[in-house]
């Protein structure tokens, strides 16, 4: 494979994809990338966004290699930052086109934490769609472009166990209260944005229902103790963590 980075983010995306498949590693896409993977409505002209990096996430004893094959096609390591930060998280840059890209160990820990070492032998080049949901709904300053991601993921996939799936995703927010406050929060936010953003009825119309749908299996799934003991607790509280930066 050619060491030469496209300047077009996301033809970089499908090249990089192409040769962490080839080397066959358990390395997946997230962020905005991700989900242009995987959506085809993320294409139309009224979900279509800009991308500004590359955003991975591998297993621990799978980071040397990767980080191998990216200086190979032409990345730079942030020798300094992985030296200090490197047990969580990774930089590499993209000289030529000032781009960085984002390497995860193990878990996702922005606004909230989703263990994801466990998760990443699926096929295909980023996490499983439930994950890709759950990171994005995760974001308390949420923006338009996450939004959009939601509202191209919503479009696209079934609450199933293939899609979104809602066994996997109640199971997370009913022992975390925060979490899901979170997540209920952002999806008000998304019925609303996807409702002043779709212009075809019937699409409208099956994405309120799914949001509508999801939003009640999470209120109504049972709660741990831990859950209802920090649910009294409430606002007063923060429930979140403030990231210095979020992968989008």
């Keep these: 494979m050619s060491n030469q980075i496209l300047p077009d983010l996301t033809q970089e995306a499908t090249r990089v994809s192409a040769a962490i498949k080839d080397s066959k590693l358990r390395v997946k896409l997230l962020g905005g990338l991700a989900v242009w993977l995987q959506s085809p409505s993320a294409q139309l002209p009224i979900l279509r966004r800009n991308y500004s990096d590359l955003d991975f996430i591998a297993v621990k004893n799978e980071v040397m290699p990767f980080s191998k094959l990216l200086t190979n096609i ?3 390591e942030d020798k300094r930052f992985n030296a200090i930060h490197g047990a969580t998280r990774l930089i590499f840059r993209d000289e030529e086109n000032d781009r960085p890209v984002d390497l995860l160990v193990d878990n996702f820990k922005m606004c909230h934490e989703i263990e994801l070492k466990n998760r990443l032998s699926i096929e295909g080049p980023t996490i499983s769609i439930s994950d890709l949901f ?3 709904l995760q974001i308390v300053k949420i923006t338009k472009k996450d939004l959009l991601d939601l ?10 166990n293939t899609g979104i799936d809602l066994r996997y995703i109640t199971k997370i927010l009913s022992r975390n209260w925060g979490f899901e406050r979170t997540v209920l929060l952002n999806l008000d936010r998304l019925l609303y944005f996807s409702s002043e ?3 075809n009825p019937k699409t409208r119309k099956i994405s309120e229902n799914k949001i509508n749908d999801i939003q009640k299996n999470i209120r109504d799934s049972k709660k741990t103790i831990n859950y209802r003991l920090r649910a009294k607790v409430g606002e ?3 429930w979140y963590e403030e990231p210095d930066d979020l992968i989008h």
Excluded: Q
């Design 74 to 76: 032409g990345y730079m």
């Design 134 to 136: 759950l990171t994005k």
């Design 151 to 160: 509202t191209s993921l919503i479009i696209d996939y079934e609450i199933s």
């Design 197 to 199: 953003i779709l212009d």
């Design 236 to 238: 007063r509280v923060i």
